[in-house]
């Protein structure tokens, strides 16, 4: 697999439980104190103990500085590309660019139809995405909208605010349909837990992106590949995901960056939170950045 030469990023994923918020703030102001890259929050709307996603960012966004926020990943189905592309435009201006846009097609058919959305079959909602992906494109430019398409009308949406900087749009999915949709329209693919895609499978999957971008004209570097990491750094046994010491961690995600072609690590503690992330930040992720640059100078 091609390491494409991406700056390394990482985060950390925020637990959006109701009865988590005093520690979820205490984790995003310790990400920004580690110098982390982003903060990630999932997107389960249909979940009555979770917060709503932009409400819960917009509220740490007034917390912090510096630090990005991820949606990690937005429901398409449960926001219609118009109202999110307004939502992230407007968190952008209000924060100064801190908004990186990662969507999905919608993890939960029953789910998003128990809520008033509609259920949409795999090819329809490969086709949803497509086609949000394009309007959302426009929309976050400050464009003027019209489009047609099999999923979507958009009349002439006047789009604004306009970012300070472009909002990226990155693209959770993990079946071939949904990855050549990260080929040709997004600027990166988020990639779903390590646990549901193992490493030994990520190749398959980057060969499919890099494929459907170079059909459409683009160039694969330029698409980010982004790897939720679930797991636990220390001795803990029964943890899932990957679990090791600081040694093992940084082997492994130097590899996946240089191997595998990731150049974004959102971590997943399963355990100690709190004590986890500063591990990850203060002695996984320099170690990391530093391998990773010697062996690209060595190539």
């Known amino acids: 697999m091609t390491d494409h030469q991406q700056p390394l990023t990482f985060g950390v994923s925020l637990d959006p439980s109701v009865d988590k918020l005093p520690e979820t703030r205490q984790m995003a ?3 920004v104190a580690g110098r982390l890259d982003y903060l990630a929050v999932q997107d389960h709307a249909y979940q009555p103990s979770y917060f709503d996603t932009w409400t819960l960012i917009s509220h740490l966004a007034a917390e912090t500085e510096r630090i990005s926020f991820l949606t990690d ?65 426009r929309a976050l430019a400050g464009e003027a909208v019209r489009f047609r398409g099999e999923q979507h009308t958009v009349e002439g949406y ?4 306009v970012p300070p900087a472009p909002v990226p749009l990155w693209l959770g999915g993990q079946r071939p349909r949904m990855l050549s949709v990260a080929g040709r329209y997004a600027d990166g693919w988020i990639s779903p837990l390590n646990i549901y ?18 059909a459409a004209g683009r160039d694969p570097a330029s698409i980010r590949r982004i790897y939720n990491v679930i797991g636990a750094i220390g001795p803990y046994r029964g943890a899932t995901g990957l679990v090791g010491d600081t040694d093992v961690w940084v082997d492994t995600l130097t590899r996946w ?13 399963v355990t100690a939170h709190r ?21 690209r100078g060595q190539r």
């Open 158 to 161: 006047q789009a604004g605010p």
């Open 197 to 214: 895609v193992p490493s030994a499978e990520v190749p398959a999957r980057q060969r499919v992106i890099d494929e459907a971008a170079r």
């Open 257 to 269: 960056a240089v191997d595998l072609g990731f150049d974004t690590f959102v971590f997943w503690p």
């Open 29 to 31: 102001r310790a990400a």
């Open 275 to 295: 004590a986890q992330l500063e591990v990850f930040a203060a002695q996984v992720v320099p170690a990391v950045r530093e391998q990773v640059r010697q062996i």
């Open 73 to 137: 990943v937005a429901d398409l189905q449960l926001r219609p590309p118009t109202m999110l592309a307004k939502s992230a435009a407007s968190l952008s201006v209000l924060t100064g660019g801190r908004v990186v846009l990662g969507v999905g097609g919608g993890p939960s058919p029953d789910a998003i139809a128990a809520m008033g959305g509609p259920r949409r079959g795999g090819p329809a909602t490969v086709a949803y995405t497509a086609e949000a992906l394009q309007i959302m494109r």
